[in-house]
């Protein structure tokens, strides 16, 4: 027996709910549960701990045909990716064994990064991990923690002894609370939520590598898969307006002729193909780079996540532009993308801290 694609996993599981996911705001959770223990949530995890040993190009190429279908589902699949990668990269061989396994089998995750007063500056995260003995208590509020509505499991980032550590606090723990943010922007069925944690006491074996890390190295490291998985679900974005612009274009007349006839609408269709083609070419190299464990990954994923969402972001409009009323209403692919692709500018990292990252890259040599 042939076995299922993932791509053709998903299309299968979305069908055409996407937008009544987006209007409802939610997801069945059963149905995401399925996805996850079918590995489909965090594809990088090795055969061994059930998952399916995907590389990031094959990874991207995933993120992107789900970005085309539903971007609050590919923002699942990223949450849960980062959680199993910073895994993979910190945890001790007995927490991989103990965790890796639950995020291939149906368990849902979430990573906890920006605070009240941290977002961009990461430094100047309050939540604190505080060791106790053969325990650990976290201390701390977290925002716009997506998935999180969802997670069993909640990857929280916090200062810890010198420096930070990651934690894996259960969801069901006592003193955590977690708030669904109400009607955000974009991804809206994402499970966007603010989590506070009040004295949450666990073992000190759910801090991950049992000990304490460098905050920039450990969050850069978080956000790199992150960036990537965004960039290439900013791809699926692109290729949705670009299938959308085209096919109204090419049915929709005006003053007697097919719109992508009148060479004002025709430059907006050559636009999005470019748009779509140089993210795919960012994306494809910084999995190239991902792959090939090179020293270039770290700028390459930023580059993707720059000119992915930055382009997506734009040809939304542009794809809006062609559809004119056509496209705007709640629910259909375009307003969607017009909503999801503004998100995307600033999660993992906004336009402007890619662009402060990249420049700080070009000087650095000089």
């Given at each position: 027996?042939t076995?299922v694609?993932p791509?053709?996993?998903?299309?299968?599981?979305?069908g055409?709910?996407?937008?009544?996911?987006?209007?409802?705001?939610?997801?069945?959770?059963?149905?995401v549960?399925?996805?996850?223990s079918?590995?489909l949530?965090?594809?990088?995890?090795?055969?061994?701990y059930?998952?399916?040993g995907?590389?990031s190009?094959?990874?991207?190429?995933?993120?992107?045909?789900?970005?085309?279908?539903c971007s609050?589902?590919?923002?699942?699949?990223?949450?849960?990716?980062?959680?199993?990668?910073?895994?993979?990269r910190?945890a001790t061989?007995?927490?991989?064994a103990?965790?890796l396994p639950?995020l291939?089998g149906?368990?849902?995750?979430?990573?906890a990064?920006?605070?009240p007063?941290?977002g961009?500056?990461?430094?100047?995260m309050?939540?604190?991990?505080?060791?106790d003995g053969d325990?650990v208590?976290?201390r701390?509020?977290?925002?716009w923690?997506?998935?999180?509505a969802y997670?069993?499991m909640?990857?929280?980032?916090?200062?810890?002894?010198d420096?930070?550590a990651?934690?894996?606090?259960?969801?069901?723990?006592?003193?955590v609370?977690?708030?669904r943010?109400?009607e955000?922007?974009?991804?809206?069925?994402?499970?966007?939520?603010?989590?506070?944690?009040?004295s949450?006491?666990?073992?000190?074996?759910?801090?991950l590598?049992g000990?304490s890390?460098?905050?920039p190295?450990?969050?850069?490291?978080?956000?790199?898969?992150?960036?990537?998985?965004?960039?290439?679900?900013?791809?699926?974005?692109?290729?949705?307006?670009?299938r959308e612009?085209?096919?109204?274009?090419?049915?929709?007349e005006?003053?007697?002729?097919p719109?992508a006839?009148?060479q004002?609408?025709?430059?907006?269709?050559?636009?999005?193909?470019?748009?779509?083609?140089a993210a795919?070419?960012?994306?494809e190299?910084a999995?190239?780079c991902?792959?090939?464990n090179?020293?270039?990954m770290?700028?390459?994923?930023?580059m993707?996540?720059y000119?992915?969402s930055?382009?997506a972001a734009?040809?939304?409009q542009?794809?809006?532009?062609?559809?004119a009323?056509?496209?705007?209403?709640?629910?259909?692919?375009?307003?969607?993308?017009?909503?999801?692709?503004?998100?995307m500018e600033?999660?993992?990292?906004?336009?402007?801290?890619?662009?402060l990252?990249?420049?700080?890259?070009?000087?650095?040599?000089v």
């Amino acid at each position: 027996m042939t076995a299922v694609r993932p791509a053709d996993r998903v299309s299968a599981a979305v069908g055409d709910q996407a937008a009544a996911w987006d209007l409802a705001g939610r997801i069945p959770v059963d149905l995401v549960r399925e996805l996850g223990s079918a590995g489909l949530l965090c594809t990088q995890v090795p055969t061994r701990y059930g998952g399916l040993g995907l590389s990031s190009m094959d990874t991207g190429e995933l993120a992107a045909h789900t970005g085309t279908l539903c971007s609050s589902l590919r923002s699942l699949m990223t949450s849960q990716g980062m959680v199993a990668w910073t895994i993979q990269r910190y945890a001790t061989p007995e927490q991989r064994a103990a965790y890796l396994p639950r995020l291939t089998g149906g368990e849902l995750a979430a990573a906890a990064f920006s605070e009240p007063s941290a977002g961009s500056d990461l430094s100047a995260m309050r939540t604190e991990i505080v060791p106790d003995g053969d325990f650990v208590e976290v201390r701390g509020h977290k925002v716009w923690s997506t998935g999180a509505a969802y997670a069993d499991m909640i990857l929280v980032f916090g200062k810890y002894e010198d420096g930070a550590a990651a934690v894996v606090v259960p969801t069901s723990a006592p003193g955590v609370h977690i708030e669904r943010i109400s009607e955000p922007v974009g991804c809206r069925a994402a499970g966007h939520t603010n989590v506070r944690l009040d004295s949450v006491r666990l073992p000190a074996d759910a801090v991950l590598g049992g000990g304490s890390q460098a905050l920039p190295f450990l969050v850069t490291s978080a956000l790199a898969y992150g960036r990537i998985s965004v960039a290439w679900g900013c791809v699926g974005i692109l290729r949705a307006c670009l299938r959308e612009a085209a096919r109204h274009a090419s049915t929709r007349e005006q003053f007697g002729t097919p719109l992508a006839k009148h060479q004002l609408v025709a430059r907006h269709l050559a636009e999005l193909l470019v748009s779509e083609q140089a993210a795919t070419r960012a994306c494809e190299h910084a999995s190239r780079c991902w792959d090939d464990n090179s020293p270039d990954m770290v700028m390459a994923t930023v580059m993707a996540k720059y000119v992915g969402s930055t382009q997506a972001a734009r040809s939304a409009q542009t794809a809006m532009q062609v559809l004119a009323s056509a496209g705007a209403h709640d629910g259909h692919p375009v307003a969607r993308a017009l909503r999801d692709a503004k998100l995307m500018e600033i999660i993992e990292g906004s336009s402007e801290i890619c662009q402060l990252i990249l420049a700080d890259h070009v000087t650095a040599g000089v």
